[in-house]
């Protein structure tokens, strides 16, 4: 048992969103102890350029770094979309996961006419870091991308369910599942990659628009996956039997983080919770 | 005739936000020239401490002041409400003009049932600049503040009409002027003050909720009646006739800038006429 097994599994994400991932590894992997830091100061990622995204995950990095992590998840598309390289060049020795390809690949393995629908923010479509992750598995795959910014604001919000929610996810979605007049459109994709960890609050609204016939993917329970396949193989899984520790840190705002990030994790958090750190 | 009145106005937002504001100085002021800034690298300001808005609210005045503007409109609400003593303090030649104190003049004005409603972002209404404003004019008002975080999101997304937009103004808007049950409310507010400038792009959704008995007060446009009265009273009006220019700086994204602020602007920008800046 190497004594690097012991040490957390950090998380980081721009703000709240990742919890969601957090709550998967939490289901998936309850032995270990994680560290999640949210960059809360600087959110949302979604909204920035590649250089700026870049910059702010390395700085995220080095902290959970210092601090002892064994094993990084990138629990932000927007990050896994444009940071991966940079940060596995500058650490190395450090596992790193990232949301993206665990849900490229799940949405690969499901889909049966080959017709892909992707979700995300506004950047992580026009990064095209899915498209490019689908098409290296399934080169041809045809994949429909699509931006859903307001997803992002509801989950925040707390407005998960009721007409807003319907009606928003109706206007994004419709189009490409039902045709713009509502009637069943044949053809379209089989299955939708939820490529923003916002996301899975909205999966009701979401599925409602899609349709029975859809597979919805969540990214955040395929990462926990490829998570524990990675602990697996490089022999760091905790020592167990748990349940870990988790800890909270937040580069601004910790009352705002809590009593948003309750709604993400599934489970109240206090403010003390959270720690504020610089970066 | 100073030389200093030939000097460019300086405006400030945390992102495209403030573009309301600059329309209508532009309106109000066409002879002025203007060096907008926002602040897009670090949007949205709403969500963060008082702490971090003064500290970039400091950096941006200090860009706007180092290229020479003669007058400094913060046109950002979150950073109206909270860092004008420190860019009081920081520079004491400079005249100031943010958004709140505007638009709580107006209120008080425009109200006859000494009853205010104020909606705006989240730490806006926490930090409580408004009711102090208002307080500061008029004791005895009675005022209800609310944050309505949604409608930046629908602003930024263009969809301040149709089902979305309605339904969202009427969940959170409908309780304040007509009651739960849809019944009209006697004693409700007869003016709103809109405390965000995305929300100008609303306002025909607010104003079917609010109904016609109230009062709409758009801060942008009462910040450039203060920027005249203050131009006028230090001597500082530019010699016109103009019509002068406006240039656009961002700290990311300047094609997101472009495309976005067109909205907020009502006329088209290019992302050539967005210069990236760094802070």
Chains 1, 2 share one sequence.
């Not at 870091?129 to 919000?157: S, W």
């Amino acid at each position: 048992m190497d004594h690097a097994a012991k040490r957390p599994i950090g998380v980081f994400d721009s703000g709240v969103g990742g919890l969601t991932v957090l709550k998967a590894l939490q289901e998936r992997l309850p032995a270990e102890d994680y560290l999640y830091l949210g960059d809360t100061a600087r959110l949302p990622y979604g909204t920035k350029s590649a250089q700026s995204v870049t910059r702010y995950a390395l700085q995220c990095t080095r902290l959970l770094v210092d601090r002892g992590v064994k094993l990084l998840v990138v629990a932000c598309n927007t990050a896994s979309s444009v940071a991966l390289p940079a940060l596995e060049a500058a650490y190395p020795g450090l596992p790193v996961v990232g949301v993206v390809r665990p849900g490229a690949r799940a949405g690969c393995r499901l889909t049966r006419t080959r017709k892909l629908a992707v979700i995300a923010t506004e950047s992580t479509v026009a990064g095209g870091a899915y498209q490019a992750a689908i098409r290296e598995l399934c080169p041809e795959m045809e994949i429909t991308a699509l931006a859903c910014p307001l997803f992002v604001a509801l989950a925040e919000e707390g407005w998960t369910e009721g007409p807003v929610a319907e009606e928003t996810a109706r206007r994004y979605l419709a189009p490409l599942f039902n045709g713009q007049d509502g009637e069943g459109r044949e053809g379209g994709p089989d299955t939708l990659v939820l490529g923003c960890t916002h996301f899975p609050l909205l999966v009701r609204a979401i599925a409602a628009v899609a349709g029975p016939g859809v597979s919805i993917i969540d990214s955040a329970a395929t990462t926990a996956a490829e998570v524990a396949e990675r602990l697996a193989e490089t022999g760091l899984a905790a020592p167990g039997p748990g349940p870990g520790a988790a800890r909270f840190l937040a580069t601004d705002g910790a009352a705002r983080f809590a009593r948003v990030g309750g709604r993400f994790l599934g489970r109240g958090l206090a403010a003390e919770d959270v720690s504020l750190v610089d970066l």
